[in-house]
């Protein structure tokens, strides 16, 4: 028994050296970890743009086409080119029209200030350098005998030098510029033009007496009686837009536009005297009165700006 204890104990003795002479601890293979990879989130989806419905009008149950062009301050004929319209009489509730001029191309390049003034940018001078006083642009010209005057005279004009006294500088010495540089022109800012209500000039359109007054919610112009067939005139120079009887309400209708914003109706005539495209003067008979649409000889009329009634006594003068 005791000898196979020795035996024992030789045996783990001789593992023990064996273990100290390779001097390699064991080796343990790791199992690979799975590394969790963070998935990209996906980039919000941003809402779609909205729509630009500037310049649009949703068509409404009873428009017609007259009434969206009064209302909007355009001419019937126009809105029928921008829509593209094979059937003027046939449009239909919810559809979409553009009632304002489709967007003109930008402008790129020179601009126009004021009147046919062209305005360029400057394409920038090189300032021709002036040579310093300080620098010396080439060896001294003038050689003189070494003395004791001679030397003090130089180093009296180095000190000056150093000191930023100006020395003087030969003008011939001084390179001229070819051309003289081109003093950037003076553009004066082109004047605020007259508003279109100071550039029409009005008159009223009868002589007759005003019965109803402006009223946003009731009456949207002046009501003036007269007599069956009394001269109609135009209150100010411009082209007739419109010339009908195709808007309920209004009778026998004549409109004028007389700028880009400002126009005038004159509604309830008896007949119609012009035709649209007319070109039309302040004054020009361009109906009579009647009571077409109306229960009594008047004239209806009206000015707009921008499609928008407000009130004709703000812009006719006084009487």
Known sequence: MKKIQFIGVGLMMALLAGCQTTGKAPVVERGTESIPVETPKADAVKPAKPADTRGTYVVKKGDTLYRIALDHGQSYSDIVTWNNLKNPNDIKVDQVLRVAPPDGAAQTGSVTVGSGVEVRPLTPVPATPVPSANNKTGPRGDKKPYSDTNLAELQKADSAA???????????????????????????????????????????????????????????????????????????????????????????????????????????????????????????????????????????????????PVDPAKFLPGR
Do not use: C
């Not at 030969?170 to 033009?193: G, M």
């Not at 112009?221 to 100010?236: C, E, P, T």
């Open 162 to 308: 150093a000191a930023g006294a100006p020395a003087s500088v030969a003008v011939a010495n001084i390179p001229k510029p070819d051309t003289p540089p081109i003093a950037p022109p003076v553009v004066k800012p082109a004047e605020a033009p007259a508003s279109d209500a100071d550039a029409v000039d009005w008159m009223w359109p009868s002589d007759g007496k005003v019965i109803a007054t402006f009223d946003e919610a009731k009456n949207k112009g002046l009501d003036i009686s007269g007599k069956l067939g009394q001269a109609v005139l135009a209150a100010g120079s411009g082209k007739v837009m419109y010339a009908g009887s195709g808007i309920r309400g209004y009778g026998n209708l004549v409109i004028i536009k007389h700028s880009s914003n400002l126009l005038s109706a004159y509604a309830h005539n008896k007949s119609i005297l012009v035709k649209e495209g007319d070109s039309i003067s302040k004054g020009q008979k361009i109906a009579e009165m009647g009571n077409s649409d109306s229960d009594a000889v008047k004239l209806h009329f009206e000015i707009r700006q921008q499609g928008k």
